[in-house]
C-alpha cells in the first residue's frame, strides 16, 4: 500500500535499552539491549520486525508498549511523546488501548480460568467508559472479527480451544478496544500451516478493514509471506537494515538480510549478494567491540573501513541499511553471476 503521504503512527528515533537498568540517561556501555534503532510505521501498514533471540527485536517491541524504559531515544506514538509520559498519563494512556501487543504463546498469556466472553471483554473493563451491555455488543463483535462464533467459543475456556482458535481470541482481545496499532511477537510460529495462514490472512484484512497498522515479530521472513508491506530487520542489538519488503527481498542492502533471504528461498527473488557469499561461520568480534561493524565478524566483504560501525545509509525511498556497501548492493544488476566486490583491507575472521 502506498504510505508516502500520510504522517507516521509510531515514530521510533534513536531508541536504545540497556540490559537490566531501566532508567534513562545511564549510558550503554557493553550491555545494550538495543542501540539507537530509528524506524516508522505507518497507517494501517504491516511492518515485519526480523531478526534471531537477542536480537533487540523484542526489546524494541516491549519499550514501545512501555514494558522497557528506554536509555534514550524517543518513541511518538500519534504525535505523542510516549518516553516522556508519567504516572497518571502513562496509566491512563495504557488502559486507552492504542497500541495492543499480542503475545506468542496464547495457551501462557490467557488466565485459563476465564472464560472467552471474560478474557476478550477484560481490556474493555480496564479502559472504563462502557456499561456491561455496551462491553458485551463490542466483546461480540471483536469475536465475529476474528471468525469466531460468539455463541460456539463465549463459555469456553482457553484449554478447551484449539491452537488456531486460541490465538483469535488472543487476537480478538487485543482488537476489542479498537487500537490504531497492534505488536504480534510470533504470532504464528506455534501454529500449523493452515492456522498460520488463517491468522496471517486475519491481520491481513483487520488493517485493510480497520486501518490499523501492524507489527509482525519474527524470527525469519517467511512469516511476513504474502501480506508484509515493509521489513526491519536486527543483528546484535541493532537495525541492520529497513525498507519495502519487496525491494528489500529483490536486491537486500545488507549482508545479514541476504542470509535471511537465502535461508527462504521461495520468498527471495534476485540478489546481488549470492548467498555463499555470506554463508560465513558465526563469529563474536562484533560483540566484543561494540565500535566494530555489528556483523564484520560473519562478514566475507570486510575492509577496513568495517573497524567503524556505520550508520544507516540511504538506498531508496524509506530504505537505508547499516553496510558500507550498501549502494552497491541494492544498486548493482539483479542476477545471480554478479560479482561481489573485491576486498579493499582487512580480512574479517574465517576469511578465505
Ligand atoms: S559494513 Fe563491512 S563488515 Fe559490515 S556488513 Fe557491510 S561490508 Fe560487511
Known amino acids: 500500500m502506498s504510505t508516502a503521504v500520510t504522517a507516521p503512527l509510531l515514530r521510533i528515533t534513536d531508541l536504545s535499552v540497556a540490559y537490566g537498568v531501566p532508567r534513562r540517561g545511564v549510558g550503554l556501555g557493553t550491555g545494550a539491549a538495543l542501540r539507537g534503532a530509528s524506524l516508522e510505521v505507518h497507517p494501517g501498514e504491516i511492518v515485519g520486525i526480523i531478526g534471531e533471540t537477542g536480537s533487540g527485536k523484542t526489546t524494541l517491541a516491549r519499550a514501545t508498549v512501555g514494558l522497557t524504559t528506554p536509555a534514550g ?3 511518538e506514538f500519534d504525535g505523542r511523546d510516549l518516553t516522556s509520559l508519567r504516572g497518571r498519563d502513562l496509566r491512563d494512556f495504557r488502559r486507552q488501548g492504542r497500541i495492543q501487543l499480542v ?31 455496551a462491553r458485551g455488543e463490542r466483546t461480540e463483535r471483536a469475536l465475529r472479527e476474528v471468525g469466531l462464533d460468539p455463541g460456539a467459543v463465549r463459555d469456553r475456556r482457553p484449554g478447551e480451544l484449539s491452537g488456531g482458535q486460541r490465538q483469535r481470541v488472543s487476537l480478538a482481545r487485543a482488537i476489542v478496544t479498537e487500537p ?93 549478494i549470492r548467498p555463499a557469499d555470506v554463508r560465513v561461520d558465526r563469529g563474536t568480534a562484533g560483540a566484543a567491540d561494540p565500535g566494530r561493524c555489528v556483523f564484520a565478524d560473519r562478514c566475507r566483504f570486510a575492509f577496513a573501513d568495517c573497524a567503524i560501525q556505520p550508520p544507516q545509509l540511504e538506498v531508496g525511498e524509506r530504505w537505508s541499511a547499516a553496510c558500507h556497501l550498501a549502494a552497491r548492493w541494492s544498486g548493482e544488476a539483479t542476477d545471480n553471476t554478479h560479482t561481489p566486490p573485491a576486498h579493499t583491507g582487512t580480512r574479517a575472521k574465517g576469511e578465505r
Open 180 to 272: 490504531r496499532l497492534l505488536i504480534c511477537d510470533e504470532p504464528v510460529s506455534a501454529l500449523d500451516v493452515s492456522n498460520r495462514n488463517l491468522v496471517l490472512n486475519l491481520l491481513d484484512r483487520l488493517r485493510r478493514d480497520l486501518g490499523v497498522a501492524v507489527v509482525i515479530i519474527a524470527h525469519d521472513l517467511s512469516s511476513l509471506a504474502g501480506i508484509g508491506d515493509r521489513v526491519a530487520v536486527f543483528y546484535r542489538s541493532r537495525l541492520v537494515e529497513q525498507g519495502p519488503l519487496r525491494e528489500v527481498l529483490t536486491r537486500p542492502a545488507h549482508p545479514y538480510t541476504a542470509l535471511l533471504v537465502a535461508s527462504a528461498p521461495s520468498l527471495g527473488e534476485r540478489s546481488a
Open 103 to 133: 503475545f506468542q504463546d496464547p495457551l501462557r498469556s490467557l488466565d485459563p480460568d476465564l472464560t472467552v466472553a471474560r478474557l476478550v471483554g477484560e481490556p474493555l473493563e480496564v479502559a472504563g467508559g462502557l456499561d456491561a451491555t
Open 73 to 75: 531515544g524517543t518513541i
